[in-house]
C-alpha cells in the first residue's frame, strides 16, 4: 500500500517528466534501425520511471552489456543521468522529498548503464 502512494506521489512529483523523457528517448533512437535496441531499453524504462517504488534494479551481464553501455553513454545516456540527478538534488533539498531523491538517483544511475540490468 506504502509503494501505491509513493508511486502517486512520485507521479506528482517528476516521474511524469521522467517517463516521458525516456520515452521520447526511445522514439529518438528508434528512428534508425541501428538504434532499435537503445529503443526498446528506453521504453523499458520509461514504464519504470513512471512507478519506482517498490522495485529493484539489479546489475549484470557482461562484454556485450560494456560495449553497448558505452555506445549508450555517448548518445542517450548522459542527458538522461543528469536530468535524474538534478531532479534528485531538488528533491532532497527537503526532508519530505528525499525518498523521491534517491528514486531519481536510483534512475540516474540506470540512465548511464541500462544494458544489463533488470527489473525486480
Same mark, same amino acid.
Given at each position: 500500500m506504502l509503494g501505491f502512494f509513493g508511486n502517486v506521489l512520485w507521479f506528482l512529483t517528476g516521474g511524469f517528466a521522467e517517463g516521458l523523457t525516456w520515452l521520447l528517448a526511445g522514439v529518438a533512437c528508434c528512428i534508425t534501425i541501428v538504434g532499435i535496441p537503445l529503443g526498446k531499453q528506453c521504453f523499458k524504462f520509461a514504464r519504470l520511471s513512471?512507478? !519506482?517504488?517498490?522495485? +529493484?534494479?539489479?546489475?549484470? =551481464?557482461?562484454?556485450?552489456? #560494456?560495449?553497448?553501455?558505452?555506445?549508450?553513454?555517448?548518445?542517450?545516456?548522459? !542527458?538522461?543521468?543528469? +536530468?535524474?540527478?538534478?531532479? =534528485?538534488?531538488?528533491?532532497? #533539498?527537503?526532508?519530505?522529498?528525499?525518498?523521491?531523491g534517491k528514486q531519481h538517483f536510483k534512475l540516474a544511475k540506470l540512465a548511464l548503464m541500462p544494458f544489463g540490468a533488470s527489473v525486480k
Open positions: 513512471v512507478a !519506482p517504488f517498490g522495485k +529493484e534494479i539489479e546489475y549484470g =551481464g557482461g562484454a556485450p552489456s #560494456v560495449a553497448a553501455n558505452i555506445f549508450w553513454l555517448l548518445f542517450c545516456g548522459l !542527458p538522461l543521468a543528469i +536530468e535524474s540527478a538534478l531532479f =534528485g538534488a531538488v528533491l532532497c #533539498v527537503t526532508i519530505i522529498g528525499i525518498p523521491f
